[in-house]
Nanobody, 126 residues
Framework: QVQLVESGGGLVQTGDSLRLSCVVSGRTIAIYAMGWFRQALGKEREFVATINWGSTMTYYGDSVKGRFSISRDNPKNRVYLQMNSLKPEDTAVYYC???????????????????WGQGTQVTVSS
């Protein structure tokens, strides 16, 4: 059974940084794309970032481009989201996700992902 657990969320001020972590159990992440999504209260789930299985490609949502960075540590079965220059509009529950299919490319949509974590809350105060 594949399980994802996010951590690292919290309450920060505008301009601060946070690093989210997601640990995966039940299978190696080495051959799977990994992604981060977020959902603010009353809004739809939004794509944040994805990294392909070989770490040769990363892609970001327009609202976080240049401020957030996704990375992965395959031996540790972890994926990270470094968030810099945080803004109040970044406030949301952040979810880690991975597809069922190996070597999945271009995983930009929530429908591309099959396994999800429970989420971690990030709150940015102004």
């Amino acid at each position: 059974q594949v399980q994802l657990v996010e951590s690292g969320g919290g309450l920060v001020q505008t301009g601060d940084s946070l690093r989210l972590s997601c640990v995966v159990s039940g299978r190696t992440i080495a051959i799977y794309a990994m992604g981060w999504f977020r959902q603010a209260l009353g809004k739809e789930r939004e794509f944040v970032a994805t990294i392909n299985w070989g770490s040769t490609m990363t892609y970001y949502g327009d609202s976080v481009k240049g401020r957030f960075s996704i990375s992965r540590d395959n031996p540790k079965n972890r994926v990270y989201l470094q968030m810099n220059s945080l803004k109040p509009e970044d406030t949301a529950v952040y979810y880690c996700a991975t597809p069922r299919r190996a070597f999945y490319a271009d995983a930009y949509n929530a429908s591309d992902y099959d396994y999800w974590g429970q989420g971690t809350q990030v709150t940015v105060s102004s």
